[in-house]
């Protein structure tokens, strides 16, 4: 522990987010990062517990907190106060091998747990993650490691989302062959193509991509499994192969009609203004424009934030489940996950441009009104949640005009196109079936990621690639020392 009294001296201290006024004019990251003197105070006031809950990824009530990928936490929090930037890097790299995605993106499992949170606030772990990454990074001490030694293995993973890479990278460093197939011009999955600039600038992404290139991993661009090239070729040309494709398939809302002008995914639009920024194509502008997403989750915030920049100032965000409270319930006790109200950076800013909040909670869509193939308005209405689903709150009905519906109401696991293409058998969950408590799902065929355990976070996506690599590994060779 660097200072035995830390937690009592010093008051948890977050990254700043720019200020409103300013972010909402680009699409540039929202965070501010704080100085070394902030930063030792803030990794000061971890208290090295003897029981680390904050590292445990322990299930409670069917939630996890703590930290899935067990990041040695404590040990890290006492070299950034020993000023000891190489010795945290190398305590972080032991458990996470892109921190520079998940001290931007996670939601910070590990400070649920914390337990400086129990009466007071956490440590600031998520930060404290990002600024040993980052400085690394500025100190020069991030360099390519090349495998020494490689074995005669080759093995393909179809999908270059956090799972696809974390696996690619283990396995590469374990001296395999590894080729990455993926879909898209550029690699990271929906770190790429679904979590905005906001929160994740894309160069971070292309920074880690460049240094897997020069570590010896082979990446195939543009070339989408099923269309470009068999999966029947791959089997047939690799010792083990991997889908990490991710659970992209939108659950679908009443009446959703591609066709229809005004109606669209929320993925689809996010990703289609990152494509656009990514090559300085045009934006839309939605000055004047009504906005309805349906969904009160990070992707419906995410929508919130950037249809905001794109000048819209009039959104109402649908939510079916009622309002959250704003601190623990008492049958919600530390260390559970805290069943609490977020409010997100996309839903400050809403607020801020309209001068009130866009959401609504316990209603949803009933239908919609079209006019020559272009979206007018939708019907909602009031929804009590119960056993059975939800109810409707009859005379709970109302009318809002619409000019864009964003429908950000979740997924229903693995795309339609690849399952087919590879024909193996699917959970109820429409997710890859794998052997019990493993990540194998037949023959030489393994499965991480969302395409597993179905949508859920970066961290999850690449704690499912580390552990499918040791498996992998362990099939190739007849045993492993991965650890
Ligand atoms: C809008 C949005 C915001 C989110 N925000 C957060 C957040 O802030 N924090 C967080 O922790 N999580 C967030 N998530 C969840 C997180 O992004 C996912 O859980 C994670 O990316 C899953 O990783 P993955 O590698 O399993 O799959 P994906 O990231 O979905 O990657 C799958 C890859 O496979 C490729 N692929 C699919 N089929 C083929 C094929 N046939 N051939 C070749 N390639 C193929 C796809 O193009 C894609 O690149 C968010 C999700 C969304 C949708
Ligand atoms: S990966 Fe997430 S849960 Fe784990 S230490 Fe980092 S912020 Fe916390």
């Not at 009294?5 to 004019?25: C, Q, V, Y």
């Not at 699409?27 to 501010?32: G, I, K, Q, S």
């Not at 179809?158 to 374990?174: K, W």
């Not at 689809?268 to 203004?273: A, K």
């Amino acid at each position: 522990m660097g200072k035995p009294t830390g937690f009592l001296e010093f008051t948890r201290s977050e990254n700043k987010h720019r200020s409103i006024d300013e972010r909402i004019k680009d699409f540039n990251e929202l965070y501010m990062s704080q100085n070394e003197s902030v930063r030792k105070e803030q990794a000061a006031r971890c208290m090295n517990c003897g029981v680390p809950f904050c590292q445990s990824a322990i299930e409670l009530k069917g939630m996890v907190t703590g930290c899935p990928l067990h990041n040695l936490i404590p040990e890290w929090n006492d070299e950034i106060y020993q000023d000891n930037i190489a010795h945290a890097l190398n305590r972080l790299r032991k458990t996470n091998p892109f921190p520079e995605f998940t001290g931007r993106v996670c939601p910070a499992l590990c400070e649920k747990a914390c337990i400086n949170g129990i009466d007071g606030d956490p440590v600031c772990v998520h930060d404290n993650e990002k600024y040993i990454i980052e400085s690394a990074f500025e100190q020069g001490l991030i360099t390519p490691r090349i495998p020494v030694v490689r074995s005669n293995k080759r093995v393909a993973i179809i999908g270059a989302g956090p799972s696809g890479l974390a696996l690619a990278d283990a396995l590469n460093q374990r001296g395999h062959s590894v080729c990455v197939f993926e879909r898209e011009e550029d690699a990271g999955g929906l770190l790429m193509y679904g979590i905005p600039n906001m929160k994740l600038d894309k160069k971070i992404i292309k920074r880690r991509i460049k240094l897997m290139k020069k570590e010896g991993v082979q990446f195939h661009m543009n070339t989408n499994i099923g269309e470009d090239l068999s999966f029947e070729e791959l089997k047939q040309n690799f010792d083990a192969i991997a889908l990490c494709v991710g659970a992209k398939k939108p659950r679908s809302i009443v009446d959703f009609d591609k066709t229809i002008d005004g109606m669209e995914y929320a993925v689809d639009f996010l990703s289609e203004i990152t494509k656009r920024l990514m090559i300085d194509l045009p934006l839309p502008d939605f000055s004047g424009k009504k906005i309805v997403i349906v969904g009160g989750g990070d992707t419906g915030n995410d929508c919130c934030a950037t249809v905001v920049r794109l000048g819209c100032t009039d959104v109402v965000e649908l939510e079916m489940l009622p309002e959250p409270p704003i601190s623990r319930l008492e049958n919600n006790p530390w260390p559970e996950w805290p069943k609490v109200k977020k409010t997100d950076y996309g839903q400050e800013e809403v607020h801020f441009v309209q001068e009130h909040d866009p959401r609504v909670y316990k209603t949803t869509i009933e239908s919609i009104d079209v006019e020559e193939d272009v979206i007018k308005a939708v019907h909602t209405c009031q929804v009590n949640m119960t056993e059975n689903g939800p109810q409707k709150i009859e005379g709970s009905e109302q009318i809002l005009t619409c000019d864009l519906l964003l429908v950000a109401a979740g997924f229903v696991g693995v795309e339609d196109t690849i399952r087919e293409e590879t024909n193996l058998e699917m959970t109820r969950r429409n997710t890859f079936r794998t052997l019990p408590m493993k990540y194998r799902c037949a023959d030489q065929i393994f499965a991480a990621g969302d395409a597993r355990r179905g949508q859920s976070l970066v961290v999850w996506a690449i704690h499912e690639g580390l552990e499918c690599a040791k498996e992998i590994d362990e099939f190739l060779m007849g045993y492993s020392n991965m650890d």
